[in-house]
């Protein structure tokens, strides 16, 4: 009797081989994207800043330098730029008091339900404006109308002024409301969100209003 001849599309050896070498291949593919990952979202240090290096997520030091937002002609979107040291709270913060200022932010973005409300980072509720970059909108900056507004003459505090009486202050049809934030609370969550204005987002969130002329041309996105 011949042999029959059978398709390797038939063959279960084969089929078991491939499966065994595309898991081995996937779970190696997974170790490297995991370790590549680590290194891409792990914190700078402050000697990373003072020697112009940049990193993805700055350190908590940054909020003692200018941070400004332009067009990378190369990734086809915006981008954080660390520019010069300037004081912030009229004063350069170590990096112990840097890391702890903004742990305090963080603890109150999460006592107060930000995300509620607002998105940071891409996660979090549409029904208040995106805060991944409000750092950095002119509405903030110096001599614009939120520092006229509040009577503050650098942006931290104008900020921490709003944050703490934001019924004094409509800026918006959806009023924010007062969440009893205290001096210290609002300092930490101005430092917060310096900190992550600092962060290379890919040009998240787009179409944001960063720059003077965009703002005199189609307003701002944030608070």
Same mark, same amino acid.
């Given at each position: 009797m011949a042999k029959e001849n059978l398709s390797v599309w038939t /063959?279960? @050896? %084969?089929w078991r081989r491939s499966a065994a070498w595309v898991t081995g291949f996937a779970v190696i593919l997974l170790i490297w994207l995991t370790f590549? =990952? &680590?290194? +891409?979202? /792990?914190?700078g240090t402050d000697e990373d800043l003072k020697n112009g290096v940049d990193k993805r997520v700055p350190a908590a030091t940054v909020i003692n330098y200018n941070i400004d937002y332009q067009m990378s002609k190369k990734r086809g979107h915006e981008v954080p730029v660390i520019g !010069? !040291?300037? @004081? %912030?709270?009229?004063k350069e913060w170590s990096g112990e008091e840097a890391a702890a200022l903004l742990h305090l932010g963080k603890l109150t973005s999460q006592a107060k339900n930000c995300m509620n409300c607002h998105t940071l980072l891409g996660n979090g509720a549409y029904y208040a404006p995106d805060l =991944?970059?409000?750092?950095?909108? @002119? &509405?903030?900056?110096d001599?614009? @109308? &939120? +520092?006229?507004m509040t009577g503050k003459s650098t942006k931290e505090e104008a900020m921490a002024e709003f944050l703490m009486n934001p019924s004094q202050y409509p800026?918006?049809?959806?009023?924010m409301p007062n969440l009893g934030i205290t001096a210290d609370e609002a300092k930490g969550l101005v430092a917060f969100l310096k900190h992550m204005s600092s962060i290379d987002t890919n040009g998240f969130p787009r179409n944001f /209003? !960063?720059?003077?002329? +965009?703002? !005199?041309? #189609? #307003?701002?996105?944030a608070h």
């Open positions: /063959s279960i @050896p %084969f590549d =990952t &680590m290194g +891409q979202i /792990s914190m !010069k !040291k300037e @004081p %912030f709270f009229g =991944t970059k409000a750092w950095i909108d @002119p &509405m903030w900056k001599g614009g @109308p &939120m +520092q006229g800026t918006h049809a959806r009023m /209003s !960063k720059t003077v002329e +965009q703002f !005199k041309a #189609g #307003g701002t996105n």
